[in-house]
Nanobody
Framework: QVQLVESGGGLVQAGGSLRLSCVASGSIFSINTMGWYRQGPEKQRELVAT???????NSADSVKGRFTISRDNAKNTVYLQMNSLQPEDTAVYYC??????????????WGQGTQVTVSS
């Protein structure tokens, strides 16, 4: 019913930048909080940043000052601008969204993930 498709991952040197995008499509009535999570090698999935439908943001201490989350409600898209990337940022990055369907019921959806690799 709803798909989240991420793009923008890749290989970058330490100190570099990447911009991730995630587009939500399907039977969407509205989208509440959208966010990014990541899972590094042999680590648990962790929160990176979230943004509400009115633009309030929250981010992990490890990325504050380096990563910026934003969204375009008209395009059902959330972005993650990542600057000053470090090798410890290497992970699969997952998009997440709380989507309200036409039925009025809210569901939580995940994207398939996009790999970000930062070389030293």
């Amino acid at each position: 019913q709803v798909q989240l498709v991420e793009s923008g991952g890749g290989l970058v040197q330490a100190g570099g930048s990447l911009r991730l995008s995630c587009v939500a499509s399907g039977s969407i009535f509205s989208i509440n909080t959208m966010g990014w999570y990541r899972q590094g090698p042999e680590k648990q999935r962790e929160l990176v940043a979230t943004v509400t439908s009115v633009g309030s943001t929250n981010s992990a201490d490890s990325v504050k000052g380096r990563f910026t989350i934003s969204r375009d409600n008209a395009k059902n898209t959330v972005y993650l601008q990542m600057n000053s990337l470090q090798p410890e940022d290497t992970a699969v990055y997952y998009c997440n969204a709380w989507v309200v369907l036409a039925t009025g019921i809210q569901y939580n959806y995940w994207g398939q993930g996009t790999q970000v690799t930062v070389s030293s």
